[in-house]
Nanobody, 127 residues
Framework: QVQLVESGGGLVQAGGSLRLSCADS????????MGWFRQAPGSEREFVAA????????IYSDSVKGRFTISRDNAKNTLYLQMNSLKPEDTAVYYC????????????????????WGQGTQVTVSS
């Protein structure tokens, strides 16, 4: 059973930082490809970053590259997203997601490849 719980969201001023966490209560977290997505009001869910099971392959959207860092601690069943130099346009609900049955060695950047989702955590960046 995969249960993903995000935490770490909040209100921050532009230029500030936040670290999101996503904890899984299951026992096979270390086998999953994990991703972060976000959704702003009135917008579609947008890819942010993803990481393979071992952590040696990561991808980012162009909008966050150089500012955000995805990482994972398989011993703690936890995924992280370090967000620096935050901008008002980063304001959204952030979701972590698990691809529990990867079919290739690629790290997917589309929502339909992920089969488990957390409930989301709100990130608001004020100008």
């Amino acid at each position: 059973q995969v249960q993903l719980v995000e935490s770490g969201g909040g209100l921050v001023q532009a230029g500030g930082s936040l670290r999101l966490s996503c904890a899984d209560s299951g026992r096979t977290f270390k086998t999953y490809v994990m991703g972060w997505f976000r959704q702003a009001p009135g917008s579609e869910r947008e890819f942010v970053a993803a990481i393979n099971w071992s952590g040696d392959k990561v991808i980012y959207s162009d909008s966050v590259k150089g500012r955000f860092t995805i990482s994972r601690d398989n011993a703690k069943n936890t995924l992280y997203l370090q967000m620096n130099s935050l901008k008002p346009e980063d304001t959204a609900v952030y979701y972590c997601a698990a691809d529990s049955v990867p079919v290739t060695t690629d790290v997917p950047d589309v929502p339909y490849e992920y089969d488990f989702w957390g409930q989301g955590t709100q990130v608001t960046v004020s100008s």
